[in-house]
């Protein structure tokens, strides 16, 4: 399979622990994203990534949550102290940005971690 | 920052009757213009997409226009078949800066298409 892959499928954790996920774009995607999916509603975007720099991040991003992209390949997303209110679906999305292309490269997203926090 | 909304939440059909969900948005920056399917329990997949310096496009019965002016943009479905029922996703995004391509999506609420054969 040469899509976007994210692991674990599923986590339940209790409040107050930290988890990790992790996400394995396409191969020559540059760029990575993050978002979140809560039922009902769109996805929300949280971070992105171009290679290994880390270009953007949301507001909803609290200092509880952090991403990497070490080598610019695979990402990492963390939360730590988890609350309730983190529980949602995370999704890695990745693209292939080319400078100045008049292309606009299209997203393809990976199935999603879903999250459950007790 | 971009806000994108979405209508109907919910949208009930025949198959064969032709189905249109509709978005506005906010930010007149915004240039690209992605419509995602994501079926229960999948990934969301693009199935259209459409730039400003374009008003309309079709791939075969699955139709977007672009109204800059007013910001809006419609999805349409034409022959709607009971394979068509999922949620449906509208986004919008800017071109960044330095000639680079787009960064994050904002999305719409999303519209639950339902055909009943």
């Known amino acids: 399979d040469t899509g976007v892959s994210q692991d674990p499928r599923h986590k339940i954790t209790k409040r107050g622990q930290n988890v990790t996920f992790r996400c394995d774009p396409i191969s020559e995607h540059n760029r990575l994203y993050w978002y979140r999916q809560t039922l009902g509603q769109g996805p929300e975007f949280l971070t992105y990534f171009q290679n290994e720099a880390q270009l953007e991040k949301s507001r909803l991003l609290s200092d509880r949550f952090s991403a990497e992209r070490p080598k610019g390949s695979f990402s990492t997303l963390e939360i730590q102290r988890t609350e309730q209110g983190d529980s949602a679906m995370y999704l890695c999305a990745s693209s292939l940005e080319i400078v100045w292309s008049s292309s606009y490269n299209e997203q393809f997203f990976g199935p999603g971690t879903r999250l459950t926090v007790l | 920052g971009e806000n994108v909304e979405q209508h109907p939440s919910t949208l009930s059909v025949q198959e064969g009757d032709s189905a249109v969900i509709k978005c506005t948005y906010s930010d007149s920056a915004s240039n690209y213009f992605p419509w995602y399917k994501q079926e229960l329990g999948k990934r969301p997949q693009l199935i259209i997409d459409?730039?400003?310096?374009?008003g309309e496009k079709k791939d075969q019965r699955i139709a977007v226009t672009l109204n800059k002016t007013a910001k809006h943009f419609s999805l349409h479905i034409t022959e709607t078949q009971p394979e068509d029922s999922a949620v449906y996703f509208c986004a919008a995004t800017p071109r960044g800066a330095g000639g680079t391509s787009y960064g994050k999506l904002t999305f719409g609420q999303g519209t639950i298409l339902t055909v009943h054969p």
């Open positions: 459409i730039r400003s310096n374009v």
